[in-house]
């Protein structure tokens, strides 16, 4: 990975302690991503009795699962103490009563604080395009998943933010906006993981904007700040800004400004073993109890 490319995680981590207060009313398109990621849960036939919410922000598909997995135990991992305070408030009065809330933890996706095999599902929701090594969080994603747990997980793809990039191109030598991955490496990290049966889609979401200004703002407030090592020190100058804020103007369409997210969505599964725990291999067998055909 370029080395500019890289994310400053103590900004990182600020910027989403900032963000925590304002977040819910900004976060327009990360709901709408998560309702979306739930309506994928009808086709799956899982019930885990540990959950892992890879990136909760403030917790906003809480009690949604909650509701779906009512039995299960639901950890918040953030890598902003004040998103994780916000996501463990999620949780109805009774269910914290009955020890069966949100367990908040603050960590990096990149070293998850849990032990091996502790959750039957990984939910992790517009996260992975904030970690510096990808093939590494999904490996700590393998890592604490019990064999047979199931790996969800939505995240941006390159076109995301396509129109911003392009207005600040050749501006100067300094990055603007974040790198994606692209949905067939993220496949192939999946792979290359030990993950079995991954399945990707994508699809683009358009989200339009009276001004420039206004798309920074709201990226602002959600905490999403150009927190690369190869960001520009300090203010942007006023004479730079004018010069992005001219080119995006180019694509203005019936009086409004386009900013386009390529989503993409994953899930996969964490293979049962192929041995015992002495070295005896296991055998699948799948019986038809069918007496006729």
């Known amino acids: 990975m370029n080395p500019e490319l890289a994310l400053d995680k103590r900004l990182l981590r600020r910027s989403f302690e900032n963000a925590a207060a304002a977040y819910d009313a900004a976060a327009v398109l990360q709901h709408e991503v998560c309702r979306r990621m739930l309506t994928r849960l009808d086709y ?146 999946l792979v290359h993981g030990g993950f079995a049966d991954p399945v990707m889609d994508m699809e683009y979401v358009t989200l339009t904007y009276s001004d420039v200004p206004a798309l920074m703002r709201d990226l602002k407030a959600i905490g999403a700040h150009y927190v690369t090592a190869g960001r520009r020190p300090g203010m942007t100058a006023r004479a730079t800004l004018a010069a992005v804020e001219s080119r995006y103007e180019s694509l203005r369409h019936e009086g409004r400004l386009p900013a386009t997210f390529e989503v993409i969505y994953g899930h996969a599964w964490k293979p049962l073993p192929q041995t015992t725990a002495n070295g005896k291999p296991v055998i699948p067998i799948n019986a038809d109890t069918r007496l006729l055909p």
């Not at 902003?80 to 603050?106: D, N, S």
């Not at 990808?134 to 129109?163: H, I, N």
Request: glycine content about 8%; some cysteine.
């Open 44 to 189: 799956v036939k899982h019930a885990p009795a540990a959950i892992l919410d890879a990136g909760s922000g403030t917790g906003n598909v809480v009690a949604a699962l909650h509701a779906r997995y009512p039995r299960a135990t639901l950890c918040a991992l953030d890598i902003a103490l004040a998103m994780v305070r916000r996501a463990r408030a999620r949780a109805p009065w009774w269910r914290r009563l009955l020890g069966r809330g949100v367990v908040p933890v603050c960590g990096d996706i990149e070293r998850l604080p849990l032990r091996a095999a502790a959750v039957g599902m990984v939910w992790s929701n517009l996260a992975l395009q904030w970690v510096n090594d990808p093939p590494r969080a999904v490996a700590e994603f393998r890592r604490v998943l019990a064999p047979g747990g199931l790996l969800m997980f939505s995240t941006f793809g390159p076109d995301t933010l396509k129109e911003l990039r392009a207005a600040y191109q050749g501006i100067d030598r300094y990055t603007h906006v974040n790198r994606f991955i692209d949905m067939h490496d993220l496949g192939d990290m």
